[in-house]
């Protein structure tokens, strides 16, 4: 059972430049979410999706974009690059809860750095 | 908005001994759940252990409990006899009762346990 999986696992970009990274979970779960991770300030929401087709802006979205063409993927773009976008990034899934307290499931995370 | 301080960035602890954790949070909801996730070194974000709100009784999970004080809005966790594998960050998390499963996440603790 793979759960969730990100790719690539690290990427260094130049400044202007532009990826995909790309998460894939396998649980049928409603919904998945884009955080990234930064020393001294644990993790924080960029985009999130509750169901295939919709998206949503978490705490950090600017100079980012997402789709969830399928249910089990969800994307994260970075159209053009910058340093303060150097960063750890994890993908996480979660089913429904009937109101919520279930658990998230984490993808292994992508190292990006900016240049 | 909701907000999850954790005010110890490091602590150490001997092998065997016990060591708390803290995590305060401030939130206007009263129906919510709180988390602690634990990041080894590999990355991997795993869950520990999980408090509904609306339960008096502190959570456990073997080694982990918890002390849930809902008036202090005050969250921490007890890891008793520790042990080499749980060096790791812990990250204190806040999520709200119908609120699309969303995370809110504090800026960790960094615990090395000492052989």
């Known amino acids: 059972n793979a759960g969730v999986t990100q790719t690539p696992k690290f990427r260094v970009l130049k400044t202007g430049q532009s990826m995909t990274l790309l998460c894939a979970q396998d649980m049928n779960h409603e919904y998945m979410y884009w955080y990234r991770q930064d020393p001294g300030m644990g993790l924080r929401l960029i985009h999130y999706s509750v169901g295939e087709g919709t998206t949503a802006k978490g705490e950090v979205p600017d100079g980012y974009n997402v789709s969830r063409l399928k249910k089990q993927n969800f994307l994260l773009g970075l159209e053009s690059a910058a340093p303060s976008q150097t960063s750890v990034y994890f993908c996480?899934?979660?089913?429904?809860?009937?109101?919520?307290?279930?658990?998230?499931?984490f993808g292994q995370g992508t190292r990006l750095t900016v240049v | 908005a909701q907000t999850v301080t954790q005010s110890q960035p490091e602590m150490s602890v001997q092998e065997a001994e016990t060591v708390t954790l803290s995590c305060t949070y401030d939130?206007?909801?009263?129906?919510?759940?709180l988390f602690w996730y634990k990041q080894p070194p590999s990355r991997q974000m795993i869950l520990v252990i999980r408090q509904e709100a609306y339960k008096q009784q502190n959570a456990t999970e073997n080694r982990f409990s918890v002390n849930f004080q809902k008036a202090a809005k005050s969250f921490s966790l007890k890891i008793s006899d520790s042990q080499l594998g749980d060096t790791a960050m812990y990250f204190c998390?806040?999520?709200?009762?119908?609120?699309?499963?969303?995370?809110?996440f504090g800026t960790g603790t960094r615990l090395t346990i000492i052989p």
């Open positions: 998390a806040f999520m709200k009762n119908f609120g699309n499963e969303k995370l809110t």
């Open positions: 996480a899934s979660s089913t429904y809860g009937g109101g919520g307290g279930t658990e998230a499931f």
């Open positions: 939130t206007s909801e009263n129906n919510y759940y």
